[in-house]
């Protein structure tokens, strides 16, 4: 946690472990999984009354890291640029906790981990998740804090889904939320281009059926699917203006090599993800997104909207989850006559926006939880 007036500065990842015994999570798939743990790392301070908290949600790849360093790292966490003194998520004024997801692999139970079962990493033993599964494991980190309701819930892209889930499940411990670059579920081109994720792991013969963790990653699959998703992230313009059709090495080689900046690029990309990611979490968290539904009248439960105000963005270049989406969000949350507002910011970054449009956002989200926080007495929620 930060002092007041002070940048975020070294922060370190904190475990939550629950489902324990004779407790385990259940998921609904049908099935349990205990024990599980579950990562975070918080920002800023809970105030007396713990109102003025705020959970972030990651995107895919992503993890609990949302702000200032570890230590011994020069890279900030992935929303740094938003979070702390004088940001759009001011930690002066707000306890900001950001929830790595379960099924990934960045400190949290996935399929990576050890079962205790078979004293082996789980691989496809691991049982399938959804966001709804997320988000009942953070909903375990929030009662561990204390917190009764959250002042907000946001995120970008699969950050966002885990958002609406939030006034989905639990209506009534949320008082705002800000869904980014999402949607109310998959279509059926963003359902293929996972699938085609899927499959580039898979067919690589050292994936193993998902048991390759005494022999190393099946980088060659995992790569392809991490080059896949980078050409999805951005827009036609963002790679026009980033690469065009510049030369690596100023001629062709007239060989299969990377000739072209926007080549090279994608290789650099896939070969660092292999090191960082598990690719048998790709697989989960990809599935999760696909089974992703809140729509027709499942995006709120009853006399939500009397309780929960909404900050809708979308961006107008982004072609993997396209502002229309966006669209569906309002036209769903209007329909039960909900408090909402929406933004299609005019970014040419893609899909990437939500983490490169600062200023943009900040004028957005600032004002917004501003009127949140002190328009709305706590009292008037039930859990």
């Avoid at 740094?80 to 004024?93: H, Q, Y």
């Avoid at 379960?102 to 082996?120: A, E, M, Q, W």
């Avoid at 008082?175 to 081109?189: D, E, F, M, W, Y």
Wanted: hydrophobic share 35%; glycine share 10%.
């Amino acid at each position: 946690m930060t002092k007041k007036g002070h940048p975020i500065g070294v922060v370190e990842t904190q475990y939550l472990t629950f489902a324990e015994g004779t407790d385990p999570l259940r998921l609904e798939s049908g099935q349990t999984l205990g024990p599980v743990r579950l990562a975070y790392e918080t920002y800023g301070h809970l105030n007396e009354d713990r109102s003025n908290a705020i959970l972030v949600l990651h995107a895919l790849s992503a993890d609990a890291h949302a702000a200032g360093h570890h230590k011994g790292s020069r890279d900030p966490g992935w929303w740094d640029a938003l979070i702390g003194p004088g940001k759009a998520f001011d930690t002066d004024l707000y306890f900001i906790i950001c929830s790595n997801v379960i099924g990934g692999c960045k400190g949290s139970t996935g399929p990576s981990s050890l079962n205790l079962k078979t004293g082996k990493p789980y691989g496809l033993a691991f049982p399938i998740i959804t966001i709804g599964d997320m988000v009942e494991a953070q909903r375990r980190l929030i009662d561990f804090l204390g917190i009764d309701h959250l002042l907000c819930v946001v995120g970008g892209s699969m950050g966002g889904m885990q958002a609406l889930q939030w006034s989905a499940s639990y209506p009534g411990r949320v008082r705002s939320v800000i869904p980014i670059a999402t949607a109310l579920k998959n279509s059926p081109q963003q359902i293929a281009f996972n699938e085609v994720v899927r499959q580039s792991i898979m067919a690589d013969p050292t994936w193993r059926e998902g048991n390759y963790y005494d022999y190393g990653q099946p980088e060659k699959g995992l790569a392809i699917a991490r080059m896949l998703g980078h050409i999805t992230f951005m827009s036609d313009q963002s790679m026009e203006e980033k690469f065009s059709r510049r030369l690596k090495n100023g001629n062709y080689s007239f060989k299969f090599g990377a000739d072209f900046e926007v080549e090279s690029y994608l290789r650099y990309r896939g070969d660092n993800f292999v090191k960082r990611f598990d690719a048998n979490s790709y697989l989960y968290v990809t599935k999760a997104l696909d089974y992703f539904d809140v729509s027709n009248g499942r995006l709120i439960g009853a006399n939500g909207c009397e309780r929960i105000r909404f900050l809708v963005i979308s961006f107008k270049s982004d072609w993997l989850y396209p502002p229309y989406q966006s669209q569906e969000i309002v036209k769903e949350l209007k329909r039960k006559a909900c408090d909402v507002t929406y933004c299609e910011i005019a970014s040419t970054y893609g899909h990437d926006a939500f983490l490169l449009e600062v200023k943009e956002q900040t004028n957005l989200i600032r004002p917004f939880l501003d009127k949140t926080f002190h328009g709305y007495e706590v009292a008037e929620y039930a859990i």
